[in-house]
């Protein structure tokens, strides 16, 4: 009898990256492609939620999907108000909290995906016309595939 293998063996060979990525503009949800991963995570997402004048409230989310796994929305549990931009914090293991209208923290489920999939950083409610996402950096961890030559 052999002994069952793991789809996922998050301890061997795995490596961090942290992305910068660039603003998308005015009501246009940031999407980032994840490519060429066996397995990866987000473990981390920093960016400026904000929108413009108005009484709508916005709220932040992420979304996670992959080839592997449909997608997973992780929504803020707190909104911003009109006119109020907010710096917030999403990751693995953070207690959700909201300090005034200045900085939030928000958790990210410990979920590993398997194959290429992309996060995507956009917005629920809020005053359409004036929401964006900016000074986005998304930390992963996973495993590459190796190129290698037979």
Known sequence: MSAARLLITPLSGWE??????????????????????????????????????????????????STGVTALLVSGSFFIIGAVTMFTNFA???SPSQADTGIALQALPDIMFTGDGQVTLGFAA??????????????FIGRRYVNTRA
């Open 16 to 65: 961090t990256r942290i992305v910068a990525v660039a603003d998308p503009g005015v009501e246009v949800p940031l999407v980032y492609p994840v490519r060429g991963w066996q397995w990866w995570q987000l473990v981390s997402v920093s960016a400026l939620w904000a929108q413009g004048a108005g009484v709508a409230n916005l709220t932040p989310t992420v979304t996670l999907a």
């Open 92 to 94: 693995v293991g953070l």
């Open 126 to 139: 809020g005053n359409v016309g004036a929401r964006s996402v900016t000074n986005s950096v998304l930390g």
